[in-house]
T-cell receptor, first 115, second 116 residues
Framework: AQSVTQLGSHVSVSEGALVLLRCNYSSSVPPYLFWYVQYPNQGLQLLLKYTSAATLVKGINGFEAEFKKSETSFHLTKPSAHMSDAAEYFC?????????????FGKGTKLSVKP | GAVVSQHPSWVICKSGTSVKIECRSLDFQATTMFWYRQFPKQSLMLMAT?????????EQGVEKDKFLINHASLTLSTLTVTSAHPEDSSFYIC????????????FGPGTRLLVL
């Protein structure tokens, strides 16, 4: 069965500092992996997705993530944090390893950005 | 990009009443829509998968008679919380899969339900 573990429920960085949000997955089939961002009282917005093509995936707002099969990881990074990046971030894996399957979400990581 | 809307964004109702939440794909056809529930400070939990023209598939532990789902067209799915109780208060989020790409779920902005 698929599962996702996000390490750290809360991450705090200074503006301009590196952002690193950790995600490890477990999947019995080749995974499709996603990162979503959620602002307060809003739905989820897709940041980026991995669908078995390039292992380094670039997304919106300067975020990127690298798929590492050997480490079963899909960590999200951004070189320089901006105040507007403060939000909740969710890592997800497709439940059935395919395209239209259900998504299994991690518990989320709240990112705070200090001025 | 693909846009999904939900209506209403906020609803407050009395215990025992029913509440209908609409999920619409505005610029694409969605053969599949998903309904999630999110409790405060927690992740999204899938409630059911809705396919146009067929009965919804509910996740284990979700009462299908309480959470009625109707996917009447390729752009509209509705979730009706019947005889709502305070424990049903939550943030309900729908998503839709664009038929052409099929790889990405596009999420609505969510509906916050408060049952008094």
């Amino acid at each position: 069965a698929q599962s996702v573990t996000q390490l750290g429920s809360h991450v705090s960085v200074s503006e301009g500092a590196l952002v690193l949000l950790r995600c490890n997955y477990s999947s019995s089939v080749p995974p499709y992996l996603f990162w979503y961002v959620q602002y307060p009282n809003q739905g989820l917005q897709l940041l980026l997705k991995y669908t078995s093509a390039a292992t380094l995936v670039k997304g919106i707002n300067g975020f990127e993530a690298e798929f590492k099969k050997s480490e079963t990881s899909f960590h999200l990074t951004k070189p320089s944090a901006h105040m507007s990046d403060a939000a909740e971030y969710f890592c997800a894996v497709s439940a059935y390893g395919g395209s239209q399957g259900n998504l299994i979400f991690g518990k989320g990581t709240k990112l705070s950005v200090k001025p | 990009g693909a846009v999904v809307s939900q209506h209403p964004s906020w609803v407050i109702c009395k215990s025992g009443t029913s509440v209908k939440i609409e999920c619409r794909s505005l610029d694409f056809q969605a053969t599949t829509m998903f309904w999630y529930r999110q409790f405060p400070k927690q992740s999204l939990m899938l409630m059911a998968t809705s396919n146009e023209g067929s009965k919804a598939t509910y996740e284990q532990g979700v009462e299908k008679d309480k959470f009625l789902i109707n996917h009447a067209s390729l752009t509209l799915s509705t979730l009706t919380v019947t005889s709502a109780h305070p424990e049903d208060s939550s943030f309900y989020i729908c998503s839709a899969v664009a038929g052409a790409t099929g790889e990405t779920q596009y999420f609505g902005p969510g509906t916050r339900l408060l049952v008094l």
